[in-house]
């Protein structure tokens, strides 16, 4: 069913052409250095979370239109079915959790070249238990006066777990998908505190990921999360908003760590589409990164001013359908953890600043050592393989385009970007820090996986 966005854009199509016809121009299409779009209009994937919402702004503040694209906008059941409906062509691109095109491209799960050349966000997930494991935890944390210090490590679910393995029973969490950023999460949070998460092993069709685990993790889609929770199948999760803020306000769970204290500032959302559609449309490609350029840039504009609105947009069903209030709770730069424990969260959701937008290589690689580190990639690879991957997938070239034209034409100053003559899609080690404090050099993948005391190194496979 078409959204009233799309159906307003599709009737603007036809005022729009005849203008076009006319001879006259709209916001910059016309005598732009990129060529007009091969493909005008255009379907376009989510999943209902607060971090689609580049997509939302760029279609109701006509930056879409801008680039002369109609788009409509479709909310996919799961990840797998949005993924399998980029690569049929059904939809001409998606919003992806930012490990689906590498992992599609390698091969994992479902094999197909998927590329990016927009990074939607950077961090807005959290951890949230239940009401009964936050209770359990509490004996075991350090406090400020009568408030718990934050970040919490995961070595305070341990006795947690052991009371659950003298029950007899196994200790459940729930992620949104395997190869999504927030698997990743938390089995890095979980390894820091001496918790392991459990190995993959697709080479022994074994890709539940529980070889060895202290823990059984699986796979819930993300507005599942609180009532799968609330019904005691899972003790808890890692989610992106607003399902964290949603378990709180309705009394059901506790968010005990955002992903902005796991490991900051890397890529965590993508718009994805297929090599092959990027290859038949490039200047449809171009423009679409142009317009969701714009959007990120709004998004974080004057402090974050215009985020009231922007959950104000979202809010509504036809694109993420939560509570207003529960979705500004995370976007206007506060989290809120036990009921009433309020703080200051200003870079929870980043969608242009700290070079958010940016595709950069090692923000690719990371996610490759991931998947390593866990036996998704079940044999050792050379640094050179990470390298190669990630320039396959993540596609910085295409981005500069976009972003030179919209400096070109006024929409976003010079200094906003990186410097692009300098630029080589390698964040420093300095511009992303882990709780456990371990530093990462995108150029040096398995010397990073070497520092790890949980998780597969060297020749190992699980």
Same mark, same amino acid.
Request: charged content about 20%; hydrophobic content about 40%.
């Given at each position: ?248 306000? =309705?009394?059901?769970?506790? @968010?005990?760590?955002?992903?902005? %204290? ?6 965590? $959302? !993508? &718009? ?100 390593? =580190?866990?036996?998704?990639? @079940?044999?050792?690879?050379?640094? %050179? ?6 320039? $396959? !997938? &993540? ?68």
């Amino acid at each position: 069913m078409r959204t009233r966005p799309a159906i307003l854009a599709s009737a603007f199509k036809h005022v729009c052409a005849i203008a076009l016809g006319a001879g006259l121009a709209f916001s910059g299409a016309v005598n732009a250095e990129v060529g007009w779009p091969e493909k005008e209009d255009l379907t376009f994937g989510f999943i209902k979370l607060t971090d689609m919402v580049p997509l939302a702004i760029a279609l109701e503040r006509g930056y879409f239109m801008d680039e002369g694209l109609f788009v409509e906008l479709e909310a996919q059941a799961n990840w797998r079915v949005l993924l399998d409906r980029v690569i049929s062509g059904d939809l001409d691109g998606a919003h992806m959790l930012s490990g689906q095109p590498l992992a599609s491209t390698i091969g994992y799960g479902t094999q197909a070249h998927i590329i990016t050349a927009f990074t939607m966000d950077l961090n807005g997930n959290a951890c949230t238990v239940s009401n009964a494991v936050w209770e359990a935890m509490k004996p075991h944390l350090a406090m400020d006066g009568d408030k718990p210090r934050h970040p919490i490590g995961a070595e305070a679910l341990i006795p947690v777990i052991e009371a659950f393995n003298d029950d007899g029973e196994q200790f459940r969490l729930g992620m949104v998908f395997p190869v999504s950023t927030h698997n990743y999460e938390l089995r890095y949070w979980l390894a820091a505190g001496g918790i392991h998460p459990g190995y993959y092993a697709p080479q022994r069709g074994d890709t539940s990921g529980t070889q060895g685990a202290d823990v059984q993790i699986s796979v819930t889609p993300p507005p599942q999360m609180p009532a799968t929770l609330e019904a005691g199948t899972i003790n808890g999760y890692c989610v992106g908003e607003p399902w964290n803020q949603q378990a709180v306000f =309705r009394g059901i769970g506790t @968010p005990v760590i955002t992903d902005y %204290d796991i490991r900051n500032n890397i890529s965590e $959302k !993508v &718009f994805g589409v297929s090599n092959e559609w990027a290859e038949r449309y490039p200047n449809t490609h171009i423009r679409v990164v142009k317009a969701l350029i714009r959007a990120g840039y709004w998004l974080d504009a004057n402090d974050n001013a215009n985020r009231e609105e922007a959950a104000r947009i979202i809010s509504e069903p036809h694109y993420v359908g939560a509570d207003y209030e529960v979705i500004a709770n995370s976007m206007t730069g506060v989290f809120e953890f036990e009921k009433g424990d309020v703080r200051a969260a200003p870079d929870f959701n980043v969608f242009f600043r700290y070079n958010a937008t940016y595709p950069y290589y090692s923000d690719a690689v990371w996610y490759l050592t991931q998947m390593r =580190r866990w036996g998704q990639i @079940p044999e050792a690879k050379p640094d %050179d393989w990470y390298m190669e991957t990630a320039r $396959k !997938v &993540f596609r910085p070239d295409i981005y500069q385009i976009a972003a030179r034209e919209l400096i070109r034409e006024g929409h976003i100053p010079a200094s906003a970007f990186p410097d692009f003559d300098t630029e080589d899609g390698f964040r420093s080690v300095e511009a992303t820090t882990f709780i456990d404090g371990i530093e990462f050099d995108g150029r040096a993948p398995n010397a990073y996986l070497e520092r790890f005391e949980i998780g597969l190194k060297g020749d190992e496979t699980p």
